[in-house]
Nanobody, 130 residues
């Protein structure tokens, strides 16, 4: 399995920005997805954004669609999550994960279902304060 390491978390005031990085040791699928998930205390894990690695298609949960941007650097095996206009409810541990792309909507795409992802990082904490 691929090893994934997240970085870039921290504490920020509401309205601020952070950029998370996910660097991984290898790409284990011919058609791979890299996703960002988050889990706040007492809440279930939720998918935030995902990218078809090397293919460019992206998926976002509605809550972040206009504020977060997922991007990739294929040469560096790294995926980023730029988070702008952060709100208190964005406070969570953020995890990146690697999984398999699926064919739907006439192309290869990535779902935000945790079950699609087999390799996970240890997480990076994001804390937003007022």
């Amino acid at each position: 399995q691929a090893q994934l390491v997240e970085s870039g978390g921290g504490s920020v005031q509401a309205g601020g920005s952070l950029k998370l990085s996910c660097k991984f040791s290898s790409v284990n699928y011919g058609r791979a997805c890299v996703g960002w998930f988050r889990q706040a205390p007492g809440k279930e894990r939720e998918g935030v954004a995902a990218i078809y690695f090397g293919g460019g298609s992206t998926s976002y949960v509605d809550l972040v669609k206009d504020r977060f941007t997922i991007s990739e650097d294929t040469a560096e095996n790294t995926v980023y999550l730029q988070m702008n206009s952060l709100a208190l409810e964005d406070t969570a541990m953020y995890y990146c994960a690697q999984g398999r792309a699926r064919f739907y909507d006439a192309g290869w795409n990535c779902r935000l279902h945790g079950d699609d992802y087999a390799s996970w990082g240890q997480g990076t904490q994001v804390t937003v304060s007022s």
